[in-house]
């Protein structure tokens, strides 16, 4: 699995977050979701999937 962000398309929701804390944060300043680990292992495959499906800018692209 790979990820990748439109940074351009986040609204800084941050339901990504809530989904997978361990591969998706927010910067500080504005928001916008910060990706800490573009190929996360598979025990957050699901958790990845959540955040992409609930993600309402469809900012978050995963490739499996």
Known sequence: ?????DE????????????APEVFDQRDDDGIV????????????AAVRDA?????AAAIAVQE
């Open 8 to 19: 351009d398309k986040c609204c800084a929701a941050g339901q990504c977050v809530l989904a």
């Open 34 to 45: 910060v990706l800490l680990d573009a190929d996360p292992p598979q025990a957050q495959y």
């Open 52 to 56: 992409a499906a609930v993600c309402p």
């Open 1 to 5: 699995m790979h990820i990748t962000i």
